[in-house]
């Protein structure tokens, strides 16, 4: 099993920015594809940016402004957050998928190639 554990969340102004961490176990770790996804009030659960061994994705709405990275000797994943929002307000989720060769958003962003995720943690962007 993998367990995944976020860091990083909080309450800033819009404008500001956060770094989210995500830590994993497992020895495999760089050959998973991680993601984070984020889940608004009353909103479905939106995958937001993704990485693994093709390259990084993100949803249109972030691209310019959110970075997704890795440390694979630290095991960890980043979010690097600048110029939020109102709107990228939501709990943030990080999960991994370890049994895929898939590639590209249309793939990457399917909560369904992922089989662990974290329990997330609270992003709240005041205007």
């Known amino acids: 099993q993998v367990q995944l554990v976020e860091f990083g969340g909080g309450l800033v102004q819009a404008g500001a920015s956060l770094r989210l961490s995500c830590a994993a176990s497992?020895?495999?770790?760089?050959?998973?594809?991680m993601g984070w996804f984020r889940q608004a009030p009353g909103k479905e659960r939106e995958t937001v940016a993704a990485?693994?061994?093709?390259?990084?994705y993100y949803v249109d709405s972030v691209k310019g402004r959110f970075t997704i990275s890795r440390d694979n000797a630290k095991n960890t994943v980043y979010l690097q957050m600048n110029s939020l929002k109102p709107e990228d307000t939501a709990v943030y989720y990080c999960?991994?998928?370890?049994?895929?060769?898939?590639?590209?958003?249309?793939?990457?962003?399917?909560?369904?190639?992922?089989?662990?995720w974290g329990r997330g943690t609270q992003v709240t962007v005041s205007s």
């Open positions: 497992g020895r495999t770790f760089s050959s998973y594809t």
């Open positions: 999960a991994a998928g370890v049994s895929s060769s898939l590639y590209s958003w249309t793939s990457l962003r399917q909560s369904s190639i992922y089989d662990y």
């Open positions: 990485i693994n061994w093709s390259g990084t």
